[in-house]
């Protein structure tokens, strides 16, 4: 286990749009609000064509072949997230949703386009004092925390 002390800075209320592409909107609202790094959760909406990452193709594979899923239709949808810059100070979003529709639920990570239905809410947390980053990991071909 690695890990880093951070403290809490400020607390963000934002509502996202209809049709917004969630981490696009998130990764220029903190660049527009010098947030570094942060932590969030969202409710709301993800709109039909939106893709969520559900898995890797087979667990050890290297390299990973990630699954992809695309919503047929509006789903109901609860995440969470942190967010840091990588090595060249970019904000990368890390956030995983769980999207429902009637009785059938898909879990997975929002990285390839989740586009808001109607309104999603997002608590945003600035987090201070903390210097992690997303590294290169050569082994998996993600950019892993460093904290």
């Not at 990764?27 to 909406?45: M, N, P, S, W, Y």
């Not at 899923?69 to 970019?90: R, W």
């Not at 947390?125 to 950019?143: C, I, M, S, V």
């Amino acid at each position: 286990m690695k890990y880093s002390e951070a403290k809490q800075g400020r607390v963000f209320v934002i509502r996202l749009e209809d049709g917004e592409i969630v981490h696009e909107i998130i990764e220029q609202f903190v660049k527009d609000h010098a947030i570094e790094r942060a932590t969030l959760f969202a409710v709301g909406g993800a709109d039909r064509g939106s893709l969520i990452v559900v898995g890797p193709g087979e667990s050890r594979s290297n390299p990973v072949n990630p699954m992809t899923f695309e919503l047929d239709d509006a789903h109901e949808i609860t995440g969470s997230g942190t967010l840091f810059p990588d090595d060249k100070g970019n904000p990368i979003l890390h956030m995983h949703i769980a999207c429902g529709r009637e009785e059938n639920t898909v879990t997975g990570c929002i990285r390839n386009g989740v586009k808001v239905w109607q309104v999603m809410e997002i608590i945003l947390t600035e987090l201070l004092e903390n210097t992690a980053t997303r590294q290169y990991d050569p082994n998996t071909g993600f950019k892993l925390l460093e904290p």
